[in-house]
């Protein structure tokens, strides 16, 4: 008789055959602007492109409006707003009739609860701990030091005190279908079914005109008021309890409809109670009725600022509309992954990219159910169709399948089972942070190699020379690492104040249970958790119950050092105690109880070191240190100024040994430049003295157009200093017409009223000062106005084209370098032509996909006229090189030389190569290999020092005179194409090695992809 040895054979044999890796993705932002139906037309564009997968942005039913998908409210369902399941499913047809697979963008760690979309949210509203959801959400019910939030939830969504909402009548209670709510707005909270009787029974039926007491009316009326008083209590926690609950309510609520419905006369009163609890306007006592019931709910309404000090749910970092779901249950993952899974099990999407798995309990135990779960459910599939296990019950057959699945997990990457679903995770890594490779992932989404590959075209030789530059220019002497701490210590302080508050008391908790630990007081508990926090040097540990590793290890001690070296004053025992915690050293006297809190506790803190990263470093410091805008990027680090040829191919040797599917991104939806902005920042970090001069020349012109506010001068010598890096990265190409000028200069005062409000220094989103905004909106107004900065401007552009030509250049390479070295090459929507976006929203401004689709079809006609020579072609391209086809030019051929050699670029080795000559350091190149076939990458890196004057091109011998690339021997005499420009070279034979002239590797071309001549597999 078959087992499950058998089922898990077949059905993991059934997902290696069906199994599609990514060998190039782009990314979607699918919203109400651009849907399914807009998606199925580009699908065409994309296969010529040489794109493999569509990586989309979450589509599951969202909050209303909303732009990026990530504020889910329903995992069961598609959103709306993007289409219907047709549209959806001609979509996924599309796709398939055109070769393309799909990675879908998936959150598992919160969902959006604002408006009145969401469902499990408002059933907790209504039934609080008694709600079959209660244990969805990440709620700390009885945590707060406030003793009334006890069992209830704070809900800080009030625009203003909530006396001044309630006595201004913005706060009303309504009836609709058989249920009361509370009104704001647009927004509707459910009130509590048990409370109905308040409302009901303000006033009895008597005080209703026309009353006949023994109507059957009435009868039913008195019915459902008792009906209502023995409603199980929203406090119970007993199963059966709950579930009669919610029998009841709905019960109650069908009967309370068919009534109001049916009588005019209980209708009349009801409706006259309604206008008693929602008050007159002037008279404050009439609203004690509408205050004392509210007081009464699962909920208590408050004014959004109260948020950062008493919020009692976890948050996706500070975003009170965005509730944490406890993604550790078993249930909740079921219940979230649903739809999700159907999907991977169907074939419809074949990978996922997890949203910041950080904010997980735990991240690796998620990963691993996710694989688990995918396997289950494919087996399911294979158990119901095929004739083999019929007669079997699948309640029999699963229990052995999860026993082996997990074995397969704790195997890690000796089995089969471990890895067998495509996932890449938003990991943002440490400058000396490696994902933990025991994780079941194929790696992450690509900050870390976006980093390390922008760094590549950063000149090291000058980090002190900014440095000066930038202190010079700002007066600022602060390091990044003590801005970086105070950045992080004052979020701490303000926008995650509550939930430092709460892992404060959890900490206090269980000092209290230690003789030795006991008089800690609660403050100094406090202030050690918060100095540790901001010490921390990554986003997070991985600590569960079980071993620790190294890094882990490493990392936590780490932190204490610092914040010992920082708090002389606190006793190092404190440390000591949260040392032990931290590292899940368990007291002798612990019972199990005791150990499960301490774990618990230990989760929470390293829930809690992630956003406060976040928001400290990324959202704050990186608006605020501002040497060179290029490397304040997210997982960057700007202190690292640049890194070296040896730093990238040691990178990528240890991607394709680790995670040779990973993605490589350059721009995503969450970066703060794209691409070809930082590209073009990148060379100023060669141009010090220019720089130097330039920036002081346009803040001595620019003087006079400061507004001063407060006896200080605005913008800020640093805001300024941000400015003129922002313009350099994001000047339009050419001369654009009045109406796109304007444009631009809205652009460039909507980012700098963000970075104003991410930096915190003059103001902030928490606390806006208006008429400093103001006034940087007026300063970027004057300075981009032809009379106002004219001599600004005349000065600027000559810099700015310069930086321009050359950060074109810049951003050819690391387009083909993202193209041919390890991991999947991974597009953000528009950005395969130039792209100068700043951060979001302006990058998810809308794709012209037309304009996009007649220059790749022009381009093929052009590559299909010019035949096996395209030097012609390549020349024109570059000489017109602000049209854009260029890039296109490079994306293209080199994704469709990935598609042609199948396996070069995912499992070919990576072999670093080197130059000789006046030149070498200029160079990067590697080799490719796979079964025969070579892919030999070269391009150029720092080229002002390289080239002449402005507008130099590194090409031929005038640039590379007797620099040669140094190649394998056995390439000698084999012939090479150059898939640019068609051009054949042949390696000459060196004394143990092969080599070619640099001048004649890019002789035409600014970037080289050569291919050995074996003729690809199609």
Same mark, same amino acid.
């Given at each position: 008789m078959?087992?499950?040895?058998?089922l898990l054979?077949?059905?993991?044999?059934?997902?290696?055959?069906r199994?599609r890796?990514?060998?190039?993705?782009y990314r979607?932002q699918?919203?109400?602007?651009?849907?399914f139906r807009?998606?199925?037309?580009?699908? !065409?564009?994309l296969?010529?492109?040489?794109?493999?997968?569509v990586?989309?942005?979450?589509?599951?039913?969202a909050?209303?409006?909303?732009?990026?998908?990530?504020?889910i409210?329903?995992?069961?369902a598609?959103n709306?707003?993007?289409?219907?399941?047709?549209?959806?499913?001609?979509?996924?047809?599309?796709?398939?009739?055109?070769?393309?697979?799909q990675?879908?963008?998936?959150?598992?760690?919160h969902?959006g609860?604002?408006?009145?979309?969401?469902?499990?949210?408002?059933?907790?509203?209504?039934?609080?701990?008694?709600?079959?959801?209660?244990?969805?959400?990440?709620?700390?019910?009885?945590?707060s030091?406030?003793?009334?939030?006890? =069992?209830?939830?704070?809900?800080?969504?009030?625009?203003?005190?909530?006396?001044?909402?309630?006595e201004?009548?913005?706060?009303r209670v309504?009836y609709?279908?058989?249920?009361?709510?509370?009104?704001?707005?647009?927004?509707?909270?459910?009130?509590?079914?048990?409370t109905?009787?308040?409302?009901?029974?303000?006033?009895?039926?008597?005080?209703?005109?026309a009353?006949?007491?023994e $109507?059957?009316?009435?009868?039913e009326?008195?019915?459902?008021?008792?009906?209502?008083?023995n409603?199980?209590?929203?406090?119970?926690?007993?199963?059966?309890a709950?579930?009669?609950?919610?029998?009841?309510?709905?019960?109650?609520?069908?009967?309370?409809?068919?009534?109001?419905?049916?009588?005019k006369?209980?209708?009349a009163l009801?409706?006259?109670?309604?206008?008693?609890?929602n008050?007159?306007?002037?008279?404050?006592?009439?609203? $004690?009725l509408?205050?004392?019931?509210?007081d009464?709910?699962?909920?208590?309404l408050?004014?959004?600022?109260?948020a950062?000090?008493?919020?009692?749910?976890?948050?996706?970092?500070?975003?009170?509309?965005?509730?944490?779901?406890?993604?550790e249950?078993?249930?909740?993952?079921?219940?979230a992954?649903?739809? !999700?899974?159907?999907?991977?099990?169907?074939?419809?999407?074949?990978?996922?990219?997890?949203?910041?798995?950080?904010?997980?309990?735990?991240?690796?135990?998620?990963?691993?159910?996710?694989?688990?779960?995918?396997?289950?459910?494919?087996?399911?599939?294979i158990?119901?169709?095929?004739?083999?296990f019929?007669?079997?019950?699948?309640?029999q057959i699963?229990p052995?399948?999860?026993?082996k699945?997990e074995?397969?997990?704790?195997?890690?990457?000796?089995?089969?089972?471990?890895?067998?679903l495509?996932?890449?995770?938003?990991?943002?890594?440490?400058?000396?942070?490696?994902?933990?490779?025991?994780?079941?992932?194929?790696?992450t989404?690509g900050?870390?190699?976006l980093?390390?590959?922008?760094?590549l075209?950063v000149?090291?030789a000058?980090s002190?020379?900014?440095?000066?530059?930038?202190?010079?220019?700002?007066g600022?002497?602060?390091?990044?690492?003590?801005?970086?701490?105070?950045?992080?210590?004052?979020?701490?302080?303000?926008?995650?104040? !509550?939930?430092?508050?709460?892992l404060s008391?959890?900490l206090?908790?269980?000092?209290?249970?230690?003789?030795g630990?006991?008089?800690?007081?609660?403050?100094?508990?406090?202030?050690?958790?918060?100095?540790?926090i901001?010490?921390?040097p990554?986003?997070?540990?991985?600590?569960? $119950?079980?071993?620790?590793?190294?890094?882990?290890?490493?990392?936590?001690?780490?932190?204490?050092?610092?914040?010992?070296g920082?708090?002389?004053?606190?006793?190092?025992?404190?440390?000591?105690?949260l040392?032990?915690?931290?590292?899940l050293?368990?007291?002798?006297t612990?019972?199990?109880?005791?150990?499960a809190?301490?774990?618990?506790?230990?989760?929470?803190?390293?829930?809690?070191?992630?956003?406060v990263m976040?928001k400290?470093?990324?959202?704050?410091?990186?608006y605020?240190?501002?040497?060179?805008?290029?490397? =304040?990027?997210?997982?960057?680090d700007?202190?690292?100024?640049g890194v070296?040829?040896s730093?990238?191919?040691?990178?990528?040797?240890e991607?394709?040994a680790?995670?040779p599917?990973?993605?490589?991104?350059?721009?995503?939806?969450?970066?703060?430049?794209?691409? $070809?902005v930082?590209a073009?920042?990148?060379?100023?970090?060669?141009?010090?003295d220019?720089?130097?001069?330039?920036?002081?020349?346009?803040?001595?012109? =620019?003087?006079?157009?400061r507004?001063?506010?407060?006896?200080?001068l605005?913008?800020?010598?640093n805001?300024?200093?941000?400015?003129?890096?922002?313009?350099?990265?994001a000047?339009?190409?050419?001369?654009?017409?009045a109406?796109?000028?304007a444009?631009?200069?809205?652009?460039?005062?909507?980012?700098?009223?963000?970075?104003?409000?991410?930096?915190?220094?003059?103001?902030?989103?928490?606390?806006?000062?208006?008429a400093?905004d103001?006034?940087?909106?007026?300063?970027?107004?004057?300075?981009?106005?032809?009379?106002?900065?004219?001599?600004?401007?005349q000065d600027?552009?000559?810099?700015?084209?310069?930086?321009?030509?050359?950060?074109?250049?810049?951003?050819?390479?690391?387009?083909?370098?993202k193209?041919?070295?390890?991991?999947?090459p991974?597009?953000?929507?528009?950005?395969?032509?130039?792209?100068?976006s700043?951060?979001?929203?302006?990058?998810?401004?809308?794709?012209?996909?037309?304009?996009?689709?007649?220059?790749?079809?022009?381009?093929?006609?052009?590559?299909?006229?010019?035949?096996p020579?395209?030097?012609?072609?390549?020349?024109?391209?570059?000489?017109?090189?602000?049209?854009?086809?260029?890039?296109?030019y490079?994306?293209s051929?080199?994704l469709?030389?990935?598609?042609?050699?199948?396996?070069?670029?995912?499992?070919?080795?990576?072999?670093?190569?080197?130059?000789?000559?006046?030149?070498?350091?200029?160079?990067v190149?590697?080799?490719r290999?796979h079964?025969?076939?070579d892919?030999?990458?070269?391009?150029?890196?720092?080229?002002?020092?390289?080239?002449p004057?402005?507008?130099?091109?590194?090409?031929g011998r005038t640039?590379w005179?007797?620099?040669?690339?140094?190649?394998p021997?056995?390439l000698a005499?084999?012939p090479?194409?150059?898939?640019f420009?068609?051009?054949?070279?042949?390696?000459s034979?060196?004394?143990?090695?092969a080599?070619?002239?640099?001048a004649?590797?890019?002789?035409?071309?600014?970037?080289t992809?050569?291919?050995?001549?074996?003729?690809?597999?199609?």
């Amino acid at each position: 008789m078959p087992d499950a040895d058998a089922l898990l054979q077949k059905t993991l044999e059934s997902i290696s055959s069906r199994r599609r890796r990514p060998e190039a993705t782009y990314r979607l932002q699918f919203h109400a602007g651009f849907t399914f139906r807009d998606a199925c037309r580009i699908v !065409s564009y994309l296969r010529d492109l040489g794109i493999t997968h569509v990586y989309a942005s979450p589509y599951l039913k969202a909050r209303p409006g909303s732009t990026h998908g990530y504020d889910i409210t329903d995992h069961h369902a598609l959103n709306p707003e993007i289409g219907s399941e047709e549209d959806f499913a001609a979509l996924v047809s599309t796709l398939k009739q055109h070769g393309l697979g799909q990675i879908l963008d998936t959150v598992p760690n919160h969902m959006g609860v604002t408006g009145n979309e969401n469902t499990w949210w408002n059933d907790v509203l209504e039934n609080g701990p008694a709600s079959p959801f209660a244990d969805f959400f990440d709620i700390s019910w009885d945590a707060s030091p406030r003793a009334e939030l006890h =069992n209830r939830l704070l809900l800080p969504v009030l625009g203003e005190p909530y006396g001044e909402a309630l006595e201004s009548g913005k706060l009303r209670v309504e009836y609709g279908a058989g249920a009361f709510t509370v009104c704001h707005y647009d927004a509707r909270f459910p009130i509590d079914p048990s409370t109905y009787d308040k409302i009901l029974g303000c006033r009895g039926p008597e005080t209703a005109p026309a009353t006949t007491p023994e $109507d059957p009316a009435w009868s039913e009326y008195h019915s459902i008021l008792t009906a209502i008083k023995n409603l199980p209590s929203r406090l119970t926690t007993d199963a059966a309890a709950r579930a009669e609950r919610q029998r009841e309510k709905v019960v109650i609520k069908r009967r309370l409809a068919a009534l109001l419905d049916d009588s005019k006369e209980v209708r009349a009163l009801v409706d006259a109670n309604l206008a008693l609890f929602n008050g007159t306007a002037g008279n404050l006592h009439s609203f $004690d009725l509408l205050d004392n019931l509210l007081d009464q709910q699962v909920y208590r309404l408050s004014f959004w600022r109260v948020a950062s000090d008493e919020i009692n749910y976890r948050r996706f970092f500070d975003v009170n509309e965005l509730a944490a779901l406890s993604m550790e249950r078993e249930d909740v993952f079921l219940a979230a992954h649903e739809l !999700s899974l159907r999907l991977l099990r169907e074939g419809t999407v074949d990978g996922l990219r997890i949203d910041h798995p950080d904010g997980l309990f735990d991240p690796l135990g998620y990963l691993c159910r996710l694989q688990r779960h995918f396997v289950l459910a494919c087996a399911r599939d294979i158990f119901d169709a095929d004739a083999e296990f019929r007669g079997l019950a699948w309640e029999q057959i699963e229990p052995e399948l999860q026993k082996k699945l997990e074995q397969d997990v704790a195997a890690e990457q000796g089995s089969p089972g471990w890895r067998p679903l495509y996932v890449v995770v938003e990991k943002i890594l440490g400058r000396h942070e490696s994902l933990p490779d025991h994780w079941p992932t194929d790696g992450t989404s690509g900050y870390d190699f976006l980093n390390m590959l922008n760094g590549l075209f950063v000149e090291c030789a000058n980090s002190q020379a900014f440095t000066d530059i930038y202190r010079q220019a700002t007066g600022l002497t602060q390091t990044l690492p003590q801005l970086i701490y105070r950045c992080k210590f004052l979020i701490l302080q303000i926008s995650l104040a !509550s939930e430092l508050y709460m892992l404060s008391h959890q900490l206090d908790r269980l000092a209290q249970k230690g003789r030795g630990t006991r008089d800690f007081t609660l403050t100094t508990l406090r202030h050690a958790l918060r100095e540790v926090i901001a010490c921390f040097p990554v986003y997070r540990s991985y600590i569960v $119950d079980g071993s620790i590793r190294d890094a882990n290890r490493a990392h936590v001690n780490g932190a204490m050092r610092l914040a010992r070296g920082r708090n002389p004053e606190i006793s190092p025992s404190v440390f000591n105690f949260l040392q032990r915690v931290l590292l899940l050293e368990y007291p002798e006297t612990a019972t199990a109880k005791d150990r499960a809190e301490q774990q618990r506790f230990v989760g929470k803190f390293q829930q809690v070191t992630s956003p406060v990263m976040a928001k400290g470093v990324e959202d704050t410091a990186f608006y605020i240190y501002n040497r060179l805008l290029s490397l =304040n990027e997210v997982g960057g680090d700007p202190d690292r100024f640049g890194v070296t040829t040896s730093d990238f191919h040691h990178y990528n040797l240890e991607r394709r040994a680790k995670w040779p599917f990973a993605l490589s991104a350059t721009s995503t939806h969450d970066t703060k430049r794209s691409e $070809d902005v930082r590209a073009r920042l990148n060379v100023l970090s060669e141009l010090p003295d220019e720089w130097r001069d330039a920036a002081a020349r346009w803040t001595r012109l =620019n003087e006079p157009l400061r507004e001063r506010l407060d006896d200080e001068l605005v913008p800020d010598a640093n805001e300024e200093y941000l400015l003129y890096q922002t313009l350099i990265g994001a000047w339009p190409l050419e001369p654009c017409p009045a109406d796109q000028r304007a444009e631009f200069v809205q652009r460039v005062q909507a980012y700098m009223v963000k970075a104003l409000h991410e930096a915190k220094v003059h103001s902030s989103w928490i606390n806006p000062i208006q008429a400093y905004d103001e006034a940087v909106q007026r300063f970027v107004a004057s300075i981009l106005d032809e009379e106002k900065g004219g001599d600004f401007l005349q000065d600027f552009k000559k810099l700015q084209l310069r930086v321009s030509h050359f950060g074109l250049l810049n951003s050819l390479s690391q387009t083909l370098l993202k193209i041919a070295a390890p991991g999947a090459p991974d597009t953000y929507q528009g950005t395969e032509v130039w792209d100068f976006s700043l951060v979001d929203p302006d990058n998810r401004r809308p794709v012209n996909y037309e304009l996009r689709g007649t220059m790749l079809k022009g381009l093929q006609k052009s590559i299909q006229a010019a035949g096996p020579d395209r030097r012609k072609l390549a020349n024109e391209l570059l000489a017109k090189k602000v049209d854009g086809r260029i890039k296109l030019y490079v994306t293209s051929l080199g994704l469709l030389c990935r598609s042609e050699y199948p396996g070069l670029f995912t499992e070919g080795e990576y072999i670093p190569l080197r130059a000789d000559g006046p030149h070498a350091e200029h160079v990067v190149a590697f080799t490719r290999r796979h079964q025969g076939s070579d892919a030999i990458v070269v391009v150029p890196r720092l080229l002002t020092q390289l080239v002449p004057g402005d507008d130099g091109v590194p090409m031929g011998r005038t640039a590379w005179q007797e620099t040669a690339l140094v190649l394998p021997a056995e390439l000698a005499g084999n012939p090479l194409v150059n898939v640019f420009t068609g051009a054949r070279l042949t390696p000459s034979k060196g004394a143990g090695s092969a080599s070619l002239a640099m001048a004649d590797v890019l002789a035409d071309f600014p970037v080289t992809l050569l291919i050995g001549r074996e003729q690809p597999t199609r």
